[in-house]
């Protein structure tokens, strides 16, 4: 049922913000370099994965390689799991305030739509 909610709230807000979009206006012009910028792959991985990080998997990938052909199977070495630990807590991090911005941008475009079919000005 939470599901449900979820998804008529975000059904309500593109029915706010579309009818922006018919004018070519963008309700987003203030947050769009922010947004750009927060989503491009340096935003997410710069100082989260090293050269070592790199490193330390590619090994662990060869020697995997070269166990397998000996029919052996070798386990993942304890640093390379904390490694994939730490970027996962990190990427989780970066994901939930990177839905923080875009919700704070669709929450501005339908407070615009919804002055702007009220014909209200700004900050009433």
Same mark, same amino acid.
């Given at each position: 049922?939470?599901?449900r909610s979820l998804i008529a #709230? /975000? #059904?309500l807000g593109l029915a $706010?913000?579309?009818p922006a979009y018919a004018d070519n206006r963008n309700p987003f012009t203030e947050f769009d370099a922010r947004l750009e910028q927060l989503l491009t792959p340096q935003a997410w991985l710069k100082g989260m994965i090293t050269e070592a990080d790199v490193q330390l998997l590619f090994a662990y990938l060869k020697a995997s390689l070269l166990a397998a052909s !000996? %029919?052996?199977e070798l386990p993942v070495p304890p640093e390379l799991n904390q490694r994939a630990e730490a970027i996962g807590r990190e990427l989780k991090l !970066? %994901?939930?305030l990177t839905? $923080? $911005?875009l919700l704070? #941008?669709?929450e *501005? /475009? *339908?407070r615009q739509a919804v002055r702007e079919a009220l014909g209200e000005t700004p900050g009433r």
């Open positions: 049922m939470h599901h #709230a /975000a #059904a $706010l913000v579309v !000996q %029919g052996k !970066q %994901g939930v839905g $923080l $911005l704070d #941008a669709f *501005a /475009a *339908a």
